[in-house]
């Protein structure tokens, strides 16, 4: 069966400070993979997609990229975080079909 | 600009309650329509809904696609306290990715 891994599951990071989060899925090969950001009680915004290695599509301009340098892998990074940052970072997957799934997230707060 | 939003946004019912949430939805090219319960972290998947499949019943939980009226809704009957959660609409638009577009989502609280 698949599974998504997160890491790590909580951050707290100072502003002007760089982000790494990461994520990698197991059990399927050429997954589509998402990053999502949900702010306190919100709903979810994409940001990235992926549907293969080296090959990212942003939604929306802002303070971060992504890159997927492997099959099952997808990071998500900022050379210098903002306050406006913080918020629930999750990655998704699926296989081309409609449904995703999801991984556990990462808890970012910028202070 | 596709769009999805979600009502109401917060609903607190007591432990037996039937309960419904809405989502309505905005897509230039509608495919498929999920719901998904989010607890304390990752939302779990639901349901899918599309113009071949409208209607689907999980236990105490079920959803209808009106595709007329652009819509759909989660009827959650003999609420339990476990049932306490963020639900989440999103949309799936035909193309690219499937990229999902998500409401604000409703936050549902049992109190027993």
């Known amino acids: 069966s698949q599974t998504i891994h997160q890491w790590p599951a909580t951050l707290v990071q100072p502003v002007g400070s760089p982000l790494s989060l990461e994520c990698t899925v197991e059990?399927?090969?050429?997954?589509?993979l998402y990053w999502y950001r949900q702010a306190a009680g919100r709903g979810l915004q994409l940001l990235f997609y992926s549907v293969g290695i080296g090959q990212i599509s942003s939604e929306v301009p802002q303070n971060l990229s992504a890159s997927r340098p492997q099959d099952r892998q997808f990071i998500l990074s900022s050379k210098k975080l903002l306050l406006s940052d913080s918020g629930f970072y999750l990655c998704?997957?699926?296989?081309?079909?409609?449904?995703?799934?999801f991984g556990p997230g990462t808890r970012l707060l910028v202070l | 600009e596709d769009k999805v939003v979600q009502s109401p946004l917060s609903l607190v019912v007591h432990e037996g309650d039937t309960v419904t949430l809405n989502c309505s939805y905005e897509?230039?090219?509608?495919?498929?329509l999920l719901w998904y319960k989010q607890e304390k972290k990752a939302p779990t998947f639901l349901f899918m809904l599309t113009s071949s499949g409208i209607e689907k019943k999980s236990g105490r939980l079920s959803s209808i696609l009106d595709k007329k009226e652009l819509s759909s809704i989660l009827n959650i009957t003999a609420t339990q306290t476990g049932d306490s959660a963020i639900y989440l609409c999103?949309?799936?638009?035909?193309?690219?990715?499937?990229?999902?577009?998500f409401g604000q989502g409703t936050r549902l609280t049992i109190n027993p």
């Open positions: 999103a949309v799936v638009p035909r193309g690219g990715a499937q990229k999902l577009v």
């Open positions: 059990g399927t090969s050429n997954p589509n």
């Open positions: 897509v230039t090219n509608f495919r498929s």
């Open positions: 998704a997957w699926n296989s081309g079909l409609e449904t995703q799934y």
